[in-house]
């Protein structure tokens, strides 16, 4: 359920091409869930999971509104993404999430056996991926992702995660 009073967001969601199926096509579509979760008045992360350039699962950020610690837009994505494909193993399976994922959503990716991890804003001070520490990296770690960190559509994504809290800041009594 929507806040009685959300800060507007002046960002736009964005339109990409279905006919280019590349990083910064679904990383457009992890960029509109963002946006959804700010109009949700929700932290605006959102992430997209393909496999063989499908979409086979979208979410944002819900912690707010579901009072709930865990409902990241990865980990609702990743559980999305094993009750579409019948199967907790993940394997082919693309993350593209706007922001490097925390501790828990990186763990639940290395859990899940996802092929690849894109993510658009490097988080030196929780991302688990390359940031703060990258739990890829660790040496006795069953399964390891491919990486693609920062870069695509890391300004438009920055912009927007700055600007939410630029305003939550001014917005506080």
């Known amino acids: 359920m929507p806040p009685e009073h959300p800060l507007p967001c002046p960002f736009e969601k964005r339109f990409p091409s279905e006919l280019v199926r590349n990083d910064e096509y679904f990383m457009s579509l992890a960029y509109n869930q963002a946006i959804d979760a700010w109009r949700l008045d929700e932290v605006p992360i959102g992430a997209v999971i393909e496999i063989g350039g ?21 980990i609702l994505a990743l559980t999305q993404a094993a009750a579409h494909l019948g199967d907790w193993r993940l394997e082919g399976a693309t ?79």
């Not at 499908?54 to 990865?74: Q, S």
């Not at 894109?118 to 040496?139: F, I, S």
């Open 54 to 74: 499908e979409v086979v699962a979208a979410a944002h950020n819900t912690v707010a509104g579901a009072k709930d610690p865990t409902a990241h837009a990865e």
């Open 95 to 173: 993350v593209y999430v706007t922001k490097e994922p925390c501790p828990m959503c990186s763990g639940a990716m290395l859990m899940s056996r996802v092929k690849r991890v894109c993510y658009a804003v490097p988080d030196p001070k929780m991302g688990c991926l390359g940031g703060a520490t990258n739990l890829n990296d660790l040496p006795r770690v069953n399964h390891h992702v491919q990486l693609t960190p920062g870069g695509v559509l890391e300004t438009e994504c920055r912009d927007l995660l700055q600007a939410f809290f630029r305003l939550k800041r001014q917005d506080e009594p």
